[in-house]
Each structure stands twice: as C-alpha cells, then as structure tokens.
C-alpha cells in the first residue's frame, strides 16, 4: 500500500528538535528515532562546572561511538550527511552558561567536543546576564558581551532561552551570527514568564534565527495535557509573525515528565 503523501515528506524531511534534556536518559534515544526524527540536541550542561560537564561530553561521545545508528553533528553539512546514511544525528547543547566558569577558552574547548549551542542563562541571573524569573532586568554584563563576541567566533550558537528580555535584545544586537530561542513559544498565546515577545521573535528573525516551538504543557496552554492542536496554535503565530524560515521544533521534554497512558 502506498504512504499517504504526509508520511512521504516527514520522511523525505530533516526534522529537528533543537532541546532533549530528556535524553539524559539514552533510553529514550528510542523514541526520536522510532518518531522519524533525523537529528536532536540533547542537553549536556546547565548548572555544572566544567569538571562535571567535560566528563558528560565525554560519555556522551563514548555512547555515540558505540552505537552504530548515531552520528555526531558537528556543522550544518553533518545534518544532511547523516540523513542520507540513515543515521540518527546528536549534537550537545548547555542550557546556560555555568560550564565556562569565568574562562572564555572553554568556549573553544567545547565547541572541539560538539557543543554547537549555549543558552545564555537558565531563569535567574549569571555572570552572563539576567534570566527570565529574574526579579531585575539588568541586561549583559561586560563577561556577557565577551561571551557573545567568543561564541560567534568560535561559530556556537547564541540561545536566549530562559533568558531575561533585556539581556536577549543586548545579545541580538550585540551577535555577528544568528541567534535563537530554542525552545520559548508565543507569549501572545500562552502568557508565561517563560514564553517571549512578538518583539524578540522579530528581533530573532531578523538575524536569520529562528525560535524552536515548546511542547512542555505549561508553556503551551493552562490545561497539564495540551491537545496537539493547542501546540499548532503556536507553531501557526509564530509563522503568521516571522515566516516559516524562523520557526523549529524544540520540544524539551524533560525526564520529570512521564507520560501517562489512558484507560
């Protein structure tokens, strides 16, 4: 029997969720790739030192080596690549900036073992600047300018998701590449300390960047199961607002959150 022409492009597609701190636990490496998922960014780091995270990347590559179906992305080309040989694609991201410590060479460091995007901060303040949660809006700190400055050097992406407004509209202005929100959906349809403004998609946007649409429930809708049209609702703004080219997939499903099946 013939595929309905849907199934054809989603498996013709690259698809990528850009945030999987799910996959700390490689079990559910399963369902990206029973899902027809072609690549995925699990989170490596956030609130670690470098000691602990060095020693996460290392496992992580140690695992994809030892698994024929993965393939370590590490530049765009890698993605392509891999979807032809059929393999499953990992590329590592932080969900903030605590791994650096106060050393601008970690940068480097980490973008040599796969690290291809750091988030800024993770809701309260850092070296960096202010997160989303934050009782202040301080913005970039000096560190925090450098650390955009070496990021786009050193070609990682700049992510300002869990990040407080003003330091992500600094972070845009101050980035030579683009910059994302990985995963933050439409405050407009979900009001969320955590989800962002029509101002900071366009401001993305404008810098060839895109903002990664969230499933975790409470930044899609009041309900603590959301129905998949209330996602597409998200997914529809935020097209409606900065065009397809700026909108992905960064589903952050966490592994707190287990899912429940129905009688």
């Known amino acids: 029997m013939a ?14 969720d ?16 029973e899902g027809g998922v072609s690549a995925a960014g699990p989170t490596v780091g956030a609130f670690e030192r470098a000691g602990p995270t ?13 698994d024929p179906r993965l393939v370590q992305i590490t530049r765009a080309a890698d993605f392509a690549t891999a979807k032809a040989a059929g393999k499953f694609g990992l590329f590592f991201h932080f969900q903030g900036t605590e791994p650096i410590e106060d050393d601008l060479n970690l940068i480097d460091a ?21 997160g989303c949660e934050e009782r202040t809006d301080a913005g970039l700190s000096t560190f925090g300018l450098k650390v955009v400055e070496r990021l786009n050097e050193a070609r990682v992406v700049v992510d300002c998701s869990h990040t407080g407004y003003r330091t992500t509209m600094e972070a845009i202005e101050a980035s030579s590449r683009p910059v994302v929100f990985s995963h933050a959906n439409p405050k407009a349809v979900r009001e969320s300390r955590r989800n962002i403004t029509d101002e900071q998609m366009t401001a993305v946007a404008g810098t060839g960047g895109l903002v990664g649409m969230v499933g975790f429930p ?6 603590p199961r959301p129905t998949l049209d209330e996602f597409i609702d998200h997914i529809d703004y935020a097209v409606g607002l900065v065009g397809d080219d700026h909108v992905g997939l960064g589903l952050d499903y966490y592994r707190g959150q287990v899912p429940v099946v129905d009688d």
């Open 3 to 16: 595929k309905p022409d849907y199934e054809h492009i989603h498996d013709e597609a690259i698809v990528i």
């Open 18 to 33: 850009a945030v999987c701190p799910l996959m700390v636990r490689r079990e559910y490496i399963d369902w990206w790739i």
């Open 54 to 66: 060095l020693r996460a990347l290392g496992d992580w590559i140690r695992a994809i080596d030892q």
């Open 110 to 130: 980490y973008k040599a073992l796969g690290v291809g995007m750091i988030q800024l901060a993770y809701n309260v303040k850092n070296r960096v600047g202010d």
């Open 218 to 223: 409470s930044f899609v809708s009041a309900s």
